[in-house]
């Protein structure tokens, strides 16, 4: 076994630019030229009125059905800003208990899931991935990016665990890739999400999944690469495989393994890949936006969720609340511990929000353009360093200033082919309303 990450230097790092999507909020760079810093911040008086009326309109013009934001510093109780109800029409309120599908949020707690194995010399950072799993030997890729299937070479070096946190193994996507790859990842069965029961989940880049991760894995060592591994930073389902690979490092069932090791220990209560049935009356409503109008594409009475999945999705497959997002986040920014308890060690926290992006990488024209990537999640650089986060398809963003000890999360609920410039305009609304805390504190 390769080395775990206990000699791994995270100054050797390449560094890039800022970056620039708005996926993650960048929160960072503003936030370091405030006139007081985080002790300060902690004892100001707390008002999101920006948060509040962003929040209020789209809830109002009914964009969405609500909105919940929790904000907050270091171990404190966060801020909970919260508008709207849990579908159209109904009278009960979303707040900081409701449920909502967190899609690609996922990828960050199966990073982490991953760091632990690594802290525990289970894996190894750049360990080849057909050690653990040996189908993965002798992969064939693309000689073009979503060109032909038949068209191959030979992998020029194997994929590492390292690839698979940061989606550089040149593994494809049925939500990202064209042409003939779609096509075959599509036939497979390797499409790891689920949106609805109705027949409309074709128009969301969802099929069928195949019923178990070893077979997903199994299936997925079938395809060719995309792109040689560790070349080219490409959206993939390679923290889906992630969740194969922690079942056999660990020797337990991938969501057992996340429910002991990750969710009792943090605290995170009503964090499934399966709603139970007494839950389902906090489950919101998911919208597809079709012609500027909300549909109800996975109402809780006869939610997708409601059942048991394919397999567990670790790529995108929870549903969770923004109080138990928001314990994961004060879990990270304890650097493992919560409550006086520890789930992780520091050190694997501290390389799982690190820039892990293999050097030389190609990032140029992704939305990962400029930016660093570490266990799941995106990485800010220069001024952004210590930010560490991701969003999901149904609306849903997360992140930690793990510099400045802040922690934001945002959870709404629909899905759109054009989405909404939402996580933009929250970002401006939270760096305004902080820049009026620091103002306040400045003229106290």
Do not use: C
Request: glycine residues 12%.
């Amino acid at each position: 076994m390769q080395m775990a990450f206990r000699e791994f230097d995270t100054a050797q790092l390449s560094r890039r630019s800022l970056l620039r999507s708005g996926a993650l909020l960048g929160a960072g760079a503003a936030l370091s030229g405030l006139p007081f810093g985080r002790a300060a911040f902690a004892q100001a008086s707390t008002q999101w009125a920006n948060v509040a009326k962003l929040a209020n309109e789209y809830v109002a013009a009914r964009k969405v059905a609500n909105i919940v934001a929790a904000l907050g510093w270091g171990q404190r109780d966060p801020d909970v800003v919260s508008v709207g109800t849990l579908a159209l029409g109904q009278a009960a309120p979303a707040g900081f208990d409701s449920l909502y599908r967190i899609y690609s949020m996922t990828k960050p707690v199966t990073g982490m899931a991953a760091m632990m194995l690594i802290d525990e010399g289970k894996l190894g950072l750049d360990q080849p991935l057909a050690e653990i799993l040996p189908a993965f030997a002798n992969m064939r890729v693309q000689k073009t990016y979503d060109g032909s299937i038949t068209d191959l070479e030979p992998a020029q070096r194997p994929i590492t665990i390292r690839h698979l946190l940061t989606h550089t193994a040149g593994l494809g996507y049925a939500i990202v890739q064209k042409g003939p790859i779609k096509t075959a990842y599509e036939d497979a069965g390797l499409v790891p999400g689920q949106v609805t029961k109705l027949p409309i989940a074709a128009a969301f880049g969802r099929g069928e999944a195949v019923r178990s991760l070893t077979t997903f894995a199994d299936r997925l060592a079938t395809m060719p690469l995309i792109a040689q591994p560790g070349t080219r930073w490409s959206y993939s389902v390679g923290l889906d495989l992630l969740g194969r690979v922690i079942e056999v490092a660990s020797g337990q069932p991938f969501d057992a393994f996340l429910k002991e090791r990750i969710f009792d220990p943090a605290g995170m209560t009503s964090t499934w890949f399966q709603v139970p049935g007494s839950e389902l009356g906090r489950l919101t409503t998911n919208y597809g936006v079709l012609d500027g109008r909300l549909l109800p594409i996975d109402p809780p009475t006869q939610s997708i969720y409601a059942d048991a999945p394919a397999f567990p999705m670790g790529g995108a497959g929870l549903v969770s609340s923004a109080r138990d997002y928001d314990r994961f986040l004060r879990m990270l920014l304890g650097y493992g511990k919560i409550d006086g308890k520890r789930v992780m060690s520091e050190l694997a926290v501290r390389v799982g929000t690190s820039n892990l992006l293999p050097e030389g990488v190609d990032t140029t024209g992704t939305f990962a353009e400029g930016q660093g990537f570490g266990a799941g999640g995106r990485v800010g650089l220069g001024e952004q360093a210590g930010t560490y986060g991701w969003g999901g398809a149904a609306g849903t963003v997360a992140f930690v200033d793990m510099k400045r000890g802040f922690r934001a999360t945002m959870m709404t609920q629909y899905m759109s082919l054009t989405p909404y410039p939402l996580t933009g305009e929250f970002n401006r609304a939270v760096l305004a309303d902080l820049a009026a805390m620091a103002g306040r504190k400045a003229a106290a």
